[in-house]
């Protein structure tokens, strides 16, 4: 197995760093907002990739816009929930159309975490 892709979403940024283009794409929430319709931060993207109900109130809110659809399936029951293990993301810029196909192998629950992103220097930095 090959890591291809590394991201992170912070309070107020993104970062994402593709290891098979080289290419390190960085940029404010607000970017990803525009996209996406609804607010982007770390409680957001959770809810995206869990498939949380209350994602849809910004989903399906007014200020939705037609260039953001994901798709779940493949659903593992927990003890009190069930989570996608897989999570097909498509969105269009305005310029370039993005999808994200992810297919989780493991979901750990209460385990700590740390976030380890270096862009190697001779990568091409895109900030969006």
Excluded: W
Aim: hydrophobic content about 40%; charged content about 20%; aromatic content about 14%.
């Amino acid at each position: 197995m090959i890591e291809a892709v590394r991201g992170a979403i912070y309070r107020d940024s993104f970062l994402v760093v593709n290891y098979i283009e080289r290419v390190c794409y960085k940029g404010r929430n607000e970017y990803l907002q525009r996209i996406a319709g609804y607010p982007v931060n770390p409680e957001s993207l959770m809810m995206l990739f869990t498939d949380d109900k209350c994602e849809g109130a910004f989903r399906y809110s007014p200020q939705r816009q037609d260039i953001f659809s994901v798709a779940y399936s493949d659903y593992v029951q927990y003890p009190n929930f069930a989570l996608p293990t897989a999570v097909d993301i498509s969105a269009h810029d305005g310029q370039t159309p993005i999808r994200i196909k992810a297919n989780f192998q493991q979901i750990l629950f209460n385990q700590p975490q740390q976030v380890n992103i270096s862009v190697p220097s001779r990568y091409k930095v895109l900030v969006l």
